[in-house]
Antibody, heavy 125, light 107 residues
Framework: QVQLQESGPGLVKPSETLSLTCTVS????????WSWIRQPPGKGLEWIGY???????NYNPSLRSRVTISVDTSKNQFSLKLSSVTAADTAVYYC???????????????????WGQGTMVTVSS | AIRMTQSPSSFSASTGDRVTITCRAS??????LAWYQQKPGKAPKLLIY???TLQSRVPSRFSGSGSGTDFTLTISCLQSEDFATYYC?????????FGQGTKVEIK
């Protein structure tokens, strides 16, 4: 059973770079899309961006200038870097898998079917 | 970006009730819609994709319908474990966007 686990510092200073890693266990990182999603305390979900196992990426325009997502297939990991952080970046950060495939009934499935438990990142001096 | 609007934002219900949550997209998204359930302190859990396809191992009391811009999530007989916040999400275009959430509370 595929599981995802986020890791990284829980506290980041303003103007610095937030760095998180998601480790995929129980399956291969290949052939799927892998996203980062965040949720500020008490608020809704915001998609940050994805990386395909081949390395292609797509970022939310609202964060594009500050976001980099990378993949290391040899370690079955993908990572998020968010630069120039402010208090507004304080959130629980989730990694998630999406398949981007047509299921056996012909329906397109690109929903986030597997999620990590999430990691709280606070931006504060 | 496509805006997803859920209604209501919250409501109270009793165990055994039939409940419906609505999600409206700011433009047509065909059937590229998913529903998630989130409990406090936990990651969201996928319930439905392609607007009406039940994810594996999700109870059949959950159902989804709709296409284009208007969608609904129905829980046919609310159970105690269903009190949670529900989100819709479109995957028609990038950036992927979520509704603001609907919190189902115990009456």
């Amino acid at each position: 059973q595929v599981q995802l686990q986020e890791s990284g510092p829980g506290l980041v200073k303003p103007s610095e770079t937030l760095s998180l890693t998601c480790t995929v266990s129980g399956g291969s990182i290949s052939s799927y899309y892998w996203s980062w999603i965040r949720q500020p305390p008490g608020k809704g979900l915001e998609w940050i961006g994805y990386i395909y196992y081949s390395g292609s990426t797509n970022y939310n325009p609202s964060l594009r200038s500050r976001v980099t997502i990378s993949v290391d297939t040899s370690k079955n990991q993908f990572s998020l870097k968010l630069s120039s952080v402010t208090a507004a970046d304080t959130a629980v950060y989730y990694c998630a898998r999406h398949r981007g495939i047509y299921d056996s009934s012909g329906y397109y499935d690109d929903a986030f079917d597997i999620w990590g438990q999430g990691t709280m990142v606070t931006v504060s001096s | 970006a496509i805006r997803m609007t859920q209604s209501p934002s919250s409501f109270s219900a009793s165990t055994g009730d039939r409940v419906t949550i609505t999600c409206r997209a700011s433009e047509g998204i065909s059937s590229y819609l998913a529903w998630y359930q989130q409990k406090p302190g936990k990651a969201p859990k996928l319930l439905i994709y392609a607007a009406s396809t039940l994810q594996s191992r999700v109870p059949s009391r959950f159902s989804g319908s709709g296409s284009g811009t208007d969608f609904t999530l129905t829980i046919s007989c609310l159970q105690s474990e269903d009190f949670a916040t529900y989100y819709c999400q479109q995957y028609s275009t990038y950036p992927r966007t979520f509704g603001q959430g609907t919190k189902v509370e115990i009456k």
